[in-house]
């Protein structure tokens, strides 16, 4: 088991990286989470990883935080939920919102991101809604509980402007990043997450 690579960044790509550990370079599949967040080409680097092991295929995985690694895990626990796909969750939305779409069972995000289906999201909250709840954690850009009535209220209100729910998902998410004031009240969500929409 290979828990954490620490060197030097000499590839970086939107689903790899490259890290070069004393003359020994390993190939790390990462979430954009983690991509957005390493540093350059050269910059110093430690990743927290897991490795997956298949018949034919040896796969390294790579997360900029335990929170990462640890929902990752989760993921893939469940039934039908492979690492590309875990990957693709982690890279549409923050630790912080999917442990929030699966503990208020909200299948309707999990199924705006690409790959996951009705039955995919049914299983996803199934399977892991009661873990997750157990779990205490401090992720930096959102709890658990809380303000979920403006958010979900803010999401709402965007998608009946047009946009899709990842990008209404991602506006909220850093719009409360930005100014955590303004989940005080949907209006005030609403219009901090127009700033912040793509």
Same mark, same amino acid.
């Given at each position: 088991?290979?828990?954490?690579?620490?060197?030097?960044?000499?590839?970086?790509?939107?689903?790899?990286?490259?890290?070069?550990?004393?003359?020994?370079?390993?190939?790390?599949?990462?979430?954009?989470? =983690?991509?957005?967040?390493?540093?350059? *080409?050269?910059? !110093?680097?430690? %990743?927290?990883?897991? &490795?997956? +092991?298949?018949?034919?295929?040896?796969?390294?995985?790579?997360?900029?935080?335990?929170?990462?690694?640890?929902?990752?895990?989760?993921?893939?626990?469940?039934?039908?939920?492979?690492?590309?796909?875990?990957?693709?969750?982690?890279?549409?939305?923050?630790?912080?919102?999917?442990?929030?779409?699966?503990?208020?069972?909200?299948?309707?995000?999990?199924?705006?991101?690409?790959?996951?289906?009705?039955? =995919?999201?049914?299983?996803?909250?199934? *399977?892991?809604? !009661?873990?997750? %709840?157990?779990?205490? &954690?401090? +992720?930096?850009?959102?709890?658990?509980?809380?303000?979920?009535?403006?958010?979900?209220?803010?999401?709402?209100?965007?998608?009946?402007?047009?946009?899709?729910?990842?990008?209404?998902?991602?506006?909220?998410?850093?719009?409360?990043?930005?100014?955590?004031?303004?989940?005080?009240?949907?209006?005030?969500?609403?219009?901090?997450?127009?700033?912040?929409?793509?």
């Amino acid at each position: 088991m290979i828990y954490k690579v620490s060197g030097r960044l000499s590839e970086k790509n939107p689903t790899s990286v490259v890290v070069d550990v004393n003359g020994i370079s390993y190939e790390v599949n990462v979430p954009l989470s =983690t991509f957005d967040s390493i540093g350059r *080409e050269g910059d !110093d680097v430690s %990743l927290y990883t897991l &490795m997956v +092991v298949r018949e034919d295929d040896i796969q390294l995985y790579g997360f900029a935080t335990k929170d990462e690694r640890r929902l990752f895990k989760l993921l893939t626990s469940v039934s039908g939920i492979g690492p590309r796909t875990a990957l693709g969750l982690l890279s549409s939305a923050s630790v912080g919102d999917i442990y929030n779409f699966i503990a208020n069972s909200n299948t309707q995000a999990l199924m705006s991101i690409p790959g996951i289906g009705k039955k =995919t999201a049914e299983r996803v909250v199934l *399977e892991l809604r !009661d873990k997750i %709840l157990k779990i205490e &954690m401090d +992720v930096e850009d959102g709890k658990l509980e809380g303000k979920e009535d403006v958010r979900s209220g803010a999401v709402d209100a965007l998608l009946a402007l047009g946009y899709s729910r990842v990008q209404c998902e991602r506006a909220v998410r850093e719009a409360l990043k930005t100014d955590s004031a303004s989940g005080e009240s949907v209006e005030e969500l609403i219009r901090a997450a127009l700033r912040e929409v793509k």
